[in-house]
């Protein structure tokens, strides 16, 4: 069966369509009008071989937080629908990606309970071009573990580029999340849980 979820949110702040497929091969389609962002989620799908289509139309005439938080929301949603009962995946893994003098660990538990560890170097620029506030970043990360209720510790020990700081986090998240996706053969569908559930 495929593995795909789609979740349409619409609020009087914004209007967001995810669909996510984590069987693709990094076919990405986004729009949320906020470029920064664009570009990370199109990290996430390439780099995690999900197909990825995002469509936001949000208040960006007040700021990019509602419309950056509900398509996070969005697509924390997308992803746990994916995931159905999670029967066979490998649930764990972990990814180090550095991009420069970055270095960005990410580790992660399809666990059923969201929990979130995040840490990145103090002092960073404030925003990443004209639009993308960097306190947002783990914001972001707050909202999809949230939705997608799953356990997630990102670790960025060290950079000084604050776009080099994000990219990474979602490169490592995109390589980290597809190895837990992916069906391990030796579960032939067995949930991967002592407690029989995830």
């Given amino acids: 069966m495929a593995r795909i979820g789609r979740v349409e949110r619409?609020?009087?702040?914004?209007?967001?369509?995810?669909?996510?497929?984590?069987d693709g091969t990094g076919r990405v389609e986004v729009a949320t009008g906020v470029g920064f962002f664009d570009h990370m989620l199109?990290?996430?799908?390439?780099?995690?071989?999900?197909?990825?289509?995002?469509?936001t139309d949000g208040d960006l005439h007040i700021d990019s937080h509602h419309t950056i938080e509900d398509t996070a929301l969005a697509l924390g949603g997308a992803f746990r629908q994916?995931?159905?009962?999670k029967a066979g995946i490998r649930r764990f893994a972990n990814a180090s990606v550095p991009l420069d003098e970055a270095l960005a660990q990410v580790t992660v538990d399809l666990s059923g309970?969201?929990?979130?560890?995040?840490?990145?170097?103090e002092g960073m620029a404030p925003m990443i071009g004209?639009?993308?506030d960097t306190t947002l970043t783990r914001h972001i990360l707050e909202s999809f573990v949230?939705?997608?209720?799953?356990?997630?510790?990102?670790?960025?020990?060290?950079?000084?580029?604050?776009?080099?700081?994000?990219?990474?986090q979602f490169k490592a998240l995109a390589r980290a999340l597809s190895d837990a996706c992916a069906i391990d053969p030796r579960r032939a569908g067995v949930i991967p849980s002592t407690k029989g559930a995830l």
């Fill in 10 to 22: 619409a609020t009087k702040e914004t209007s967001v369509l995810v669909e996510v497929n984590l």
């Fill in 42 to 55: 199109d990290q996430l799908g390439k780099h995690g071989l999900f197909d990825l289509t995002v469509k």
């Fill in 82 to 85: 994916a995931l159905g009962d």
């Fill in 113 to 121: 309970r969201p929990y979130l560890v995040h840490s990145e170097p």
């Fill in 130 to 132: 004209p639009s993308y």
């Fill in 146 to 168: 949230a939705q997608a209720q799953i356990c997630l510790h990102v670790h960025v020990p060290y950079g000084r580029n604050a776009h080099h700081i994000v990219e990474a």
